[in-house]
């Protein structure tokens, strides 16, 4: 079997599944889910600014503190969520990042970022929840999710290669 000839009339690129042309075949198996974890890993991880993060008992009801009233580092969480859709959906919108900046690299530190924030929040409980002293399942929730965008990273960076 002869090799394609770059310069033939005929030849045609393989394209990906939006009909552009990337110029190497598609990937296939865990490799080609690398996009799908890292968004579906972004939606978590910015709805979950939105669940219960602290827990505790109060008079009478049990108290629950969510991400977005943690102070800054939640509000940074919804952000890094919101980002890492952003530098996912680029390439469908037609745009591209940098060749300096590759994508899966980008979506890497978002993960890592987001993933300081929320250990620090795992840590250290802020004084103005105090009443809630227990963590509650949505910080669990947004560590899981800030985790699964550094391994749909990864996953792309090994898709790339």
Sequence with gaps: MDAPDFFDANYEPVTDHDGGSEGHPLAAGIWGAGELITRVGAIVLALS???GWYAGPGTG???SVIGWHTG???KLVLLIGLATLLVT???RLGLRLPPTMPEPLVVIGLGALSTVFILIRVISIPD???P???RGVGLWIALIA???VIAGGIL???DEL
Excluded: K, N, W
């Design 49 to 51: 600014v939105f669940m």
């Design 61 to 63: 009801v049990t108290l």
């Design 72 to 74: 800054l580092i939640g």
């Design 89 to 91: 959906s680029l390439q």
């Design 128 to 130: 103005a929840v105090l």
């Design 132 to 134: 809630a002293d227990g």
């Design 146 to 148: 800030s985790l699964t």
């Design 156 to 158: 792309r960076a090994g």
